[in-house]
Nanobody
């Protein structure tokens, strides 16, 4: 069974950048569409960005133009480059895999979830 494994979170000042990575443990990532979600304390988990099996991308309005999602099937990873970070980007970030050709913005459509990586943006 596949397991997403996130890395790259941390503490950064507003305006800074971070790069999150998601690796697939157990199976090749090329067979999944991948989504990044985030959850802040007291809030629901929300879609951030996604990349389909054919590498089509989609973004939440809140991050469009600041975040870039990409995949490298040879390295079995998906990355999320985050720039111009804001304090409101502070959250636990999760990588999720979906056994579909298409990305979904709904967390319930993803079968496999990582443990998350914390991103904290200070003002």
């Amino acid at each position: 069974q596949v397991q997403p494994v996130e890395s790259g979170g941390g503490l950064v000042q507003a305006g800074g950048s971070l790069r999150l990575s998601c690796a697939a443990s157990g199976r090749t990532i090329s067979t999944y569409s991948v989504g990044w979600f985030r959850q802040a304390p007291g809030k629901e988990r929300e879609f951030v960005a996604g990349i389909s099996r054919s590498a089509s991308t989609s973004y939440a309005d809140a991050v469009n133009g600041r975040f870039t999602i990409s995949r490298d099937n040879r390295k079995n990873t998906v990355s999320l480059q985050m720039s111009s970070l804001k304090p409101e980007d502070t959250a636990m970030y999760y990588c999720a895999f979906r056994q579909s050709f298409q990305v979904s913005t709904s967390p319930s459509q993803y079968e496999y979830w990582g443990q998350g990586t914390q991103v904290t943006v200070s003002s």
